[in-house]
């Protein structure tokens, strides 16, 4: 069965209360199954545009992804993000 990915880049507007999302969405995430593979961390953008910060969570599959990023408890969470940073999320079956 194809793993399933959460990507999302992220600009944060305000870093201080950003850290209150990230040390709460990382339990929850991984207790859902969830892999951090990507967090932050150089990069680069050879072609067309994008926000700074990348993040790719992998999860057994597709399904498992989509439960996990609409998961009550997440949502919570999530709203620190949207509230503390631009994002764009994308839910992504693997190969």
């Given at each position: 069965m194809p793993k399933g990915y959460i990507i999302g880049h992220i600009t944060v507007n305000d870093?201080?209360?950003y850290k209150e999302y990230v040390e709460k969405d990382t339990p929850i995430l991984q207790?859902?199954?969830?892999?951090f593979v990507v967090r932050?961390?150089?990069s680069e953008v050879p072609e067309g545009e994008t926000l700074n910060r990348h993040?790719?969570?992998e999860f057994p599959?597709?399904?498992?992804?989509?439960a996990a990023y609409n998961d009550?408890?997440?949502?919570?969470?999530a709203e620190i993000r949207k509230r503390t940073a631009d994002s764009v999320i994308i839910l992504v079956e693997g190969t």
């Amino acid at each position: 069965m194809p793993k399933g990915y959460i990507i999302g880049h992220i600009t944060v507007n305000d870093p201080e209360a950003y850290k209150e999302y990230v040390e709460k969405d990382t339990p929850i995430l991984q207790r859902l199954g969830g892999a951090f593979v990507v967090r932050g961390g150089q990069s680069e953008v050879p072609e067309g545009e994008t926000l700074n910060r990348h993040v790719v969570i992998e999860f057994p599959s597709f399904e498992a992804a989509k439960a996990a990023y609409n998961d009550p408890e997440y949502q919570k969470v999530a709203e620190i993000r949207k509230r503390t940073a631009d994002s764009v999320i994308i839910l992504v079956e693997g190969t």
